[in-house]
């Protein structure tokens, strides 16, 4: 059986193996690093063309 996260019978899931839960970090850290970095493209973009160019949707998706 899986050690308990909480009190047995409130509704709390069982903890998946070490193995598991390593592994949905490792990609969690890989998703915020990616969701960080499309963040950071916007914001670039944003302060070199300003609100207009992007809102009209002029600029290609890849720069």
Same mark, same amino acid.
């Given at each position: ?16 193996? *070490?193995?598991? $839960?390593?592994?949905? *970090?490792?990609?969690? *850290?890989?998703?915020? $690093? ?11 973009? $944003? ?8 809102? $009209? ?7």
């Amino acid at each position: 059986m899986f050690p308990m996260l909480g009190v047995p019978g409130d509704g709390c899931l069982p903890l998946p193996p *070490a193995g598991i $839960r390593n592994a949905l *970090a490792s990609w969690q *850290a890989l998703l915020r $690093r990616r969701a960080y970095e499309i963040r950071q493209r916007e914001e670039r973009k $944003r302060k070199q063309f300003g609100p207009e160019e992007l809102r $009209r949707g002029t600029l290609s998706r890849n720069c």
